[in-house]
T-cell receptor, first 115, second 119 residues
């Protein structure tokens, strides 16, 4: 079945450092890929998404490119801020006909950014 | 517009009891999904409802059940609680399945969750 594997955390960086959180997936077809973020005490919110190969999703300085050849969707940001401290989830959604739209999530990566 | 509202935010139960959690989706959203979040297993899909019908179900035992009302509000119930049911239960609403072409790309809007502790 579908699965998502993302790098184990926690990740601790200094402000203005470069961030990469790796994400690879397994799917039988052509899934849509997502990054969700969960700030402390809050629910998840969509950060960015890509719906087909070579698409680049971007938002708030974060970027991720849908790489079908490597089945990857790595999250990057050039210069992190303290306010980026959160848990980041990679997810996929593969349409299987009918009305099956569930998301499969990775286990999450905790990012802590120190001033 | 108001976001997804979950109640209660926190609750403590003992083994063997049952619990009901409530979720009010964003106005106009008819799809409501439930997820269980634990440190060990991460986010796991429980089920999804659309227009009062369950249209997807995850791999959870029958003790976990849900329903959706005509106003799209949803409840999930866990009977005969076990210690391992302690988790953050997240509800999400979306427009999936309602807009042509949106398909499986539609955003899920999550509530803040109901944190259940089973003693």
């Amino acid at each position: 079945g579908d699965s998502v594997t993302q790098m184990e955390g926690p990740v601790t960086l200094s402000e203005e450092a470069f961030l990469t959180i790796n994400c690879t997936y397994t799917a039988t077809g052509y899934p849509s890929l997502f990054w969700y973020v969960q700030y402390p005490g809050e629910g998840l919110q969509l950060l960015l998404k890509a719906t087909k190969a070579d698409d680049k999703g971007s938002n708030k300085g974060f970027e991720a490119t849908y790489r079908k050849e490597t089945t990857s969707f790595h999250l990057e940001k050039g210069s992190v801020q303290v306010s980026d401290s959160a848990v980041y989830f990679c997810a996929l959604s593969e349409y299987r006909g009918g009305s099956n739209y569930k998301l499969t999530f990775g286990k999450g990566t905790l990012l802590t950014v120190n001033p | 517009k108001a976001g997804v509202t979950q109640t209660p935010r926190y609750l403590i139960k003992t083994r063997g009891q049952q619990v009901t959690l409530s979720c009010s989706p964003i106005s106009g959203h008819r799809s409501v999904s439930w997820y269980q979040q634990t440190p060990g297993q991460g986010l796991q899909f429980l089920f999804e409802y659309f227009s009062e019908t369950q249209r997807n179900k995850g791999n959870f035992p029958g003790r976990f059940s849900g329903r959706q009302f005509s106003n799209s509000r949803s409840e999930m119930n866990v009977s005969t609680l076990e210690l391992g049911d302690s988790a953050l239960y997240l509800c999400a609403s979306s427009l999936r399945g309602e807009i042509a072409g949106l398909g499986n790309t539609g955003e899920l809007f999550f509530g803040e969750g109901s944190r259940l502790t089973v003693l």
